[in-house]
């Protein structure tokens, strides 16, 4: 249970990644990711306004992917809450009624990004707390959602700007790594190291590249909002 409790807490602290690369966001969109932003911050009515948005828009319209992905992502957060709580109970049923919300979403939109970058962004981090056989289904996804997210984006990364390119990069490298795709990652840190000189994810491209002794693969966001 502790392993469960420290996976929820991560994949809270890494939720608020950027997401520059979902392109034209829709007004729902927008609206419902920055509540839910701020009630990931501690902002407990944004939340709930955040998720009565999802509701509402599910009650319209049952099978609206980024209502979905937005509300598994809020309940695996809340989840994580009640695990905090010592309330396992209900803390099981947010997270896996959470990642249901989110697997229906893709299944749904398997081509929207906005729908791919969230559920990316909650599977990897909770994988590294997860025993090999979960850890394997988990990274198989997010490699999935970011390798989507890279196909749709792979003619204009000039213009996506430093930190999403950064972020694709690196989250690609650890899924790769973890599901044993050494030279799959390679060749995103390479082109970290290359083609993102002189930032941070450059650099820690390039320890990856050549790891000390023990080394975690495990990038956390560099400065969210950034480019």
Not at 152 to 166: A, M, V
Not at 170 to 180: C, Q
Request: aromatic letters at 6%; a positive charge; one cysteine or more.
């Amino acid at each position: 249970m502790r392993r469960r409790r420290r996976l929820l807490i991560a994949t809270m602290l890494a939720l608020p990644i950027s997401l520059a690369l979902a392109g034209d966001d829709d007004r729902f969109d927008l609206k419902v990711r920055e509540e839910i932003f701020a009630g990931f911050r501690g902002d407990e009515k944004s939340m709930a306004r955040g998720l009565d948005a999802c509701e509402a828009a599910l009650k319209q319209k049952p099978d609206y992917a980024k209502a979905l992905v937005w509300r598994g992502a809020a309940r695996t957060f809340q989840g994580g809450q009640a695990f905090r709580r010592k309330d396992r109970e209900e803390g099981l049923k947010l997270w896996q009624t959470g990642l249901a919300d989110m697997d229906r979403a893709v299944a749904l939109e398997p081509k929207d990004v906005g729908v791919r970058i969230p559920r990316a962004v909650v599977l990897l981090p909770a994988s590294r707390s997860m025993q090999a056989e979960t850890k394997g289904e988990m990274l198989a996804k997010a490699a999935g959602d970011l390798e989507v997210v890279y196909e749709s984006q792979k003619d204009r990364f000039d213009k996506i700007g430093t930190h999403p390119l950064g972020e694709l990069r690196m989250g690609l490298a650890e899924a790769y790594m973890g599901l044993g795709r050494k030279d799959d990652a390679v060749a995103q840190l390479e082109a970290a190291r290359d083609g993102l000189t002189g930032t941070k994810y450059a650099a820690e491209a390039a320890t990856w590249l050549n790891p000390p002794p023990g080394f975690a693969f495990q990038h956390q966001c560099i400065g969210c909002h950034s480019r």
